[in-house]
């Protein structure tokens, strides 16, 4: 009795089995042998995902279907988050338990990795639950006497998002109440993304972890939430009109992190309130991007995921990094040439063709946070004098695996920018009307 | 159809008592007696609509609702200063128990007409209401095993609401019972436990150190 298991199906076994391998192998191991476990189980994981069909060749998408570019934002996310840590000392890893960090994370990447291949809103519900579950012990393990602190309240806000989600979830499959059901789900999701009113645990969090955990949260965990949401606008109905609880979580979530990052002096808060920023902007691109929505969103949500860990493997070392930092910052601000300008302008596009009045007030938002982005720029920059005693202190530099993977990003930043602009300049409604957009979910 | 009316409304009791209970281990027995109320709904609910499935999703919820999750919450707290030490409230308890009160209201109003194809469900209104109490659990209360037991009350609600709607989803339920129960409840313990060697309390109003104040 064979089984008879779609090629996605397979790709998931087959990745997961490779990871959990790695955590294996990474729990009865050395640290440092436990490093390299996790990153040669996501290179693994990274090139069967590539060469999946029995032929071989480059067609993840043919294998997966839909979903097939966020996982590759995924594995890129996750081979540059493991190959960070290969040379990174302990003491500038601060990562806590190694043995059982590296486990975690092993299992942390597999299960992310399935979110895509979800394929109903249940098993979509379980991945992303999951990776709540392992996000809280991974932030655990780092034994800080605040990583309690910031795994309870991440974990306790996202537990009552996943109950609001499942609820949600049971609404959309029971096909009652589409609207109801949709709010429901962004509200519970948007606790993993960064959405008003259960974004509360990201800015302790963000603050309280290691710089591997840090990227990890800013990216991964928001880009799970928002493909869950983004997973369900089409099948909701939502794709055809505007949805107005979405736009309403969208703005409201903006206006926050307007009002909180301009004041924020902890540049990690202020790295979270970022977050929030990016996950309103894609979220308002899936109430109000019609057909080009879902591609509008995902475009956000890969330049999110491309800027916050450089900004969090250079974050407070001394050196070159300031410089990688400072440029990550820039990024996020929206500054061209890179990524991040060209998704909001092509955004802006979109929302100025569907109310010109909602772009207004979107820009206005955006004018704070890009003023509380460039001030902690100047701070990188620009640090005041330290007295003798805390400079002894001071971070070492970046090993050069950490300075690699800061590379990769750094490429990845200014690449996606130049592949942008074309994105920008048609603007999501030509997109839209071209069907790029229907093809990500 | 009488007594699934009484065990609803019974369940919402026991909830609307919690709110207002002054010791932990009073609040995880309200939680056992609401479990258990939980599972005859399940149970009259199973015979009403002759689904054999929801027989094995009572028999989990005995199981894992009324048995182990509140032993294991009492084990957590047995020896401890918690067992004796008395809850705090940030409104006064008569102020609770009308914040409470109008909750339920809205929830009963709200949910009554979340029945399928929009006709009146007791189940889903009792469901909406505990679901809401249980989350107003988390946020007026600042011991973290009352915030515990506030996300297993809200679960107890979402799975009543998720019976009332579509009790044919068969898989949303059981995979909400095992994923927010057992795991969910075991990472909490987990915490808890952490939390009190690490500061020596589990009063999430005391923990300052990430500097922003949070429910």
Known sequence: MGLNLSPADRLLLAMTLVQAAAALCAWFTSDRAGRWAVFAAQAVAAALAARLQPGGGLRPASALGPGAAWLAVILGVGLTVTAYRLWESPEARSEGDGHRYNALLALLLAVVAAVPFAGSGLRLWLSVEAVTFLMALLIDVERRPQSVEAAWKLYILSAAGSLVALLGTALAEGSAQPALALTLLAVGYGAKAGLVPLYLWKPDAYAATSATTGALLASLESLVGLYAIAWWVPRLGVSSAPSWPLLLLGGLSLLMAALALPAERDPRKALAYSTVEQAALAVLALAAGGPAGPLLAFWLTLNNAAAKPLAFFTLGRPGAARWLYALALLTLAGVPPMNVFFGELALFRTLGAFRPLLLAGVLALLVPIFIGLVRLVTVALFPAPQPESQAAGEASPLSWSAALASAVHLLAVLALGAAGLPLAVLGGAVLGAAGLGGGLL | ?215
């Open chain 2, 1 to 215: 159809m009488e007594i699934l009316a009484l065990l609803s409304v019974s369940s919402l009791a026991a909830v609307l008592a919690m709110t207002v209970s002054r010791q932990l281990d009073s609040l995880i027995g309200l939680y056992r007696w609401q479990s258990l109320l939980l599972t005859g709904t399940v149970l009259a609910l199973a015979v009403r609509l002759g689904h054999a499935h929801l027989f094995w999703t009572a028999g989990m919820a005995l199981l894992l609702k009324v048995w182990a999750i509140p032993s294991m919450l009492r084990r957590l707290i047995h020896g401890t200063i918690l067992e004796r030490s008395e809850l705090h409230f940030p409104l006064t308890a008569t102020g609770t128990l009308l914040f409470a009160s109008l909750l339920t209201v809205f929830g009963l109003a709200v949910g009554i007409g979340l029945g399928p194809s929009g006709t009146a469900s007791l189940e889903s209104a009792v469901g909406l209401a505990s679901f809401l109490l249980g989350l107003a659990l988390v946020a007026l209360r600042s011991e973290a095993i009352a915030q515990v037991i506030g996300l297993l009350v809200a679960e107890n609600g979402s799975m009543l609401l998720i019976l009332a709607l579509a009790p044919s989803l068969r898989l949303v339920l059981d995979a909400g019972l095992f994923f927010e129960t057992v795991i969910g409840a075991w990472i909490m313990a987990l915490l808890v436990h952490r939390m009190h060697l690490v500061h020596g309390h589990t009063n999430t109003s005391l923990l300052r150190e990430l500097g922003s104040r949070w429910v």
